[in-house]
Structures are given as structure tokens and as C-alpha cells.
């Protein structure tokens, strides 16, 4: 009988990967210098977060669950040895940010520590996976870094390197024989890796809500439902800019609700961005923490 606990993932060695600071602004066409500042994934918005939870009384409510390096071979499930192999060596500074083995996109820096911060997100995400599976904790949230939804197999691309819910997906089937996993994503941008490694699969549901042509430009539209045996079981919900915390419970009633009763999952694995924001510089969707708190 799983219990009343949240569970809550969180490692020092996340931080450790250091994207530093930002003196170029890429935009649709160009780009443009600006004076250094932090990165707009920088370590210290994890931080603060971790902070937070720690001022406000909520860790101590929680139950921790430790992370864990991933393995190698539960990194293959979606991205390629060669890839895996180039971002150890970008991280240890002896490899090229682009080569046969893929890239990492300049949105992406790396640091002599992200290697490892990445492994432990990977395993972090299937750790939390295992323990609500295992009925420790009745929900688990995983505050890692670095994030992955946007990363594809062999490329490291919006601030992402491994594609943590893939894997946690993964996971879930492989070790319980889960057959239905539904992945809900409202960060603000499009979860093209997520997609991309699901698209033509029927076991995993991704459903994202997501400004409309924002990032990646043109992925995420509404057309884009899948192929093969997976037509269908991707769901794209892109909203205009202004959508607000109307719009977005509007959403989640009259599409993301009904869809996943249909569907019923097993496990539900949500990618929660927080950057739909009306404070988030990087996109303009105006949620409001009251919206946020209706969506979970």
C-alpha cells in the first residue's frame, strides 16, 4: 500500500554542472552581444529552488530519495554510445562541442562536472521512478539538473543533455512491465526529445502544452500526432503567448484530462517546467503561481 508521502530527489553533484555565464543572445535570425551575466539555466535557479523548499518547511515533510549515476546501458535506451561518449569527452575538455558523434548545441555549455550531473539526473529520474513503483512514496518530485527534454539521442540542445523522462519512461516498462506511461509536459517549450523518442510508440502517451512556435521553431505543432503504430499517442497542444492560467486550465480540463482517462495510465510522468511564468524572460505565456498550483 503506497503511503501519503511526496518523495523528493535532489543531489549536490547536480550542481556541479556549471553552464557560467551568457554574453550572446541567439535569436531566430543573429545574434547579439550583451555584458556577462548568469546563464539562463544557471545552477543557482536550482539552488534557490532547493533553498526554498528548505526555508519553507517543505523538504522536512518529504521523503528523500537518493540519486544514482545511470548506467551506460540505461542511458542506450534513446541515445547513442558515441553520443554518450563525446559528452563525457566535451565535459572533460578534450572533445569537440560537434563531431560524428553528434553535438552540443551552443546553448548548452558544458563543465568539467556536468558529465557526472548528468548521469545522476538520468539515474535520479528512474530512482523516483522505482520509488513510487515500489510503493514507498505516493508521488516523487525531481528537482535535477541538468534538465532533459529537449535533449535528442545524439544532441545536447536547450540547456538539455540526457532525456530524463525518456528514460524514466524507460525505465518504468522495462523493470515493472508497465504498458501504458502517459508523459505530460507544460514547460514552456516544446519537449522535442521526448517526442522524437516516442513518436512511432503506442506504450508511451506524451501530451505537451507548449507557447506556439516558440522553441524549437515549428516543433510541437498541432499536426504532429505521431506515426506508425504511435499515431495518436503524441499530443500537441500549442497555445498563443498571453495564454494565462485560464487558458491553461482550460486546457488541461477539456484536452489533457479526458485524453488521459481514455488512455489510462499505469504512471504518469510529468516534465514541470516553470517557466510559462509571467516573470520567465525567456517566453511570454503569464502563468501565475495560482496557476500552477491548479495544474498539479
Not at 563525457?88 to 548545441?105: I, L, T
Not at 523522462?165 to 524507460?170: D, F, H, N, P
Not at 504532429?224 to 487558458?247: F, W
Amino acid at each position: 500500500m503506497p503511503t501519503s508521502a511526496t518523495g523528493l530527489v535532489f543531489d549536490e553533484r547536480f550542481l556541479g554542472h556549471d553552464t557560467g555565464v551568457q554574453t550572446t543572445v541567439m535569436m531566430r535570425e543573429g545574434s547579439f552581444s550583451l555584458a556577462p551575466e548568469p546563464h539562463p539555466s544557471s545552477l543557482f535557479i536550482t539552488q534557490r529552488i532547493k533553498q526554498f523548499l528548505d526555508g519553507s518547511g517543505l523538504t522536512a515533510r518529504m521523503q528523500l530519495i537518493a540519486s544514482r549515476a545511470a548506467h551506460e546501458d540505461e542511458l542506450t535506451v534513446y541515445h547513442t554510445r558515441e553520443y554518450i561518449a563525446g559528452i563525457r569527452a566535451m565535459s572533460e575538455g578534450v572533445g569537440p562541442m560537434k563531431g560524428p558523434w553528434g553535438e552540443a548545441e551552443l546553448d548548452t555549455p558544458l563543465s568539467h562536472a556536468s558529465f557526472e550531473a548528468a548521469l545522476y539526473a538520468a539515474g535520479g529520474a528512474m530512482n523516483a521512478v522505482s520509488a513510487v513503483m515500489d510503493g514507498e512514496v505516493r508521488n516523487a518530485y525531481a528537482l535535477l539538473r541538468p534538465p532533459g527534454h529537449h535533449a535528442m539521442k545524439n544532441r545536447a540542445m536547450g540547456f538539455c543533455i540526457f532525456a530524463n523522462a525518456v528514460i524514466a519512461a524507460y525505465y518504468a516498462r522495462k523493470v515493472y512491465g508497465l504498458e501504458r506511461v502517459m508523459i505530460v509536459d507544460w514547460d514552456v517549450h516544446h519537449g522535442n526529445g521526448t517526442q522524437d523518442a516516442f513518436y512511432q510508440d503506442s506504450n508511451v502517451l506524451f501530451v505537451s502544452l507548449h507557447q506556439h512556435n516558440w522553441y524549437p521553431q515549428l516543433s510541437g505543432e498541432l499536426e504532429q500526432v505521431g506515426s506508425g503504430s504511435g499515431t495518436g499517442y503524441t499530443v500537441n497542444i500549442p497555445l498563443p503567448a498571453g495564454t494565462g492560467d485560464r487558458g491553461y486550465r482550460a486546457a488541461f480540463e477539456q484536452l489533457v484530462l479526458p485524453i488521459g482517462l481514455q488512455y489510462r495510465p499505469q504512471l504518469i510522468i510529468i516534465s514541470a517546467g516553470q517557466d510559462a511564468s509571467w516573470l520567465d524572460p525567456l517566453a511570454q505565456m503569464m502563468m501565475t503561481m495560482a496557476g500552477f498550483r491548479q495544474l498539479s
